[in-house]
């Protein structure tokens, strides 16, 4: 009875020390990929940060006051930065910027922008925005 009570005692010992070293290994392969996880995200958002300040960079070129998307504003950019939009759906209004050399010019940039930003729905917003997409 002596010996068996040892072994079962033996026994229990041993299967909870194996029990700890898988419990301790998930531990590691959890701690591994919360790591791996955190460095991917850390590199992504630096990127996107330089993404960030390049693009502000650029819009500088042009204007004093570069202006980007925000949850409440979307705020577009021609291709050669020269006119901008920006649709307020908080106050449901909408703002057309140009920079032209002359009156003619002027007018012609903003009948194009205003006739592009009331074309588009939401989903089409989403796609244009160069750091939503991303």
């Not at 705020?75 to 703002?95: A, G, I, Q």
Request: proline residues 1%; aromatic residues 8%.
């Amino acid at each position: 009875m002596k010996k068996l009570l040892i072994l079962l005692s033996l026994t229990t010992l041993l299967l909870s020390s194996q029990r700890d070293v898988e419990v301790a290994k998930m531990m590691a392969e959890f701690e591994a990929s919360k790591k791996a996880q955190q460095t991917e995200f850390n590199d992504y958002k630096a990127k996107m940060e330089k993404e960030y300040k390049n693009y502000k960079k650029e819009l500088t070129k042009h204007w004093r006051n570069p202006e980007l998307s925000t949850k409440k504003e979307w705020v577009s950019y021609t291709k050669d930065k020269k006119s901008r939009s920006k649709v307020n759906f908080e106050k449901n209004n909408y703002t057309v910027e140009v920079i032209a050399k002359n009156l003619k010019e002027a007018t012609r940039k903003l009948k194009e922008r205003i006739s592009y930003i009331v074309s588009k729905n939401t989903k089409q917003v989403v796609q244009t925005d160069p750091f939503r997409r991303k």
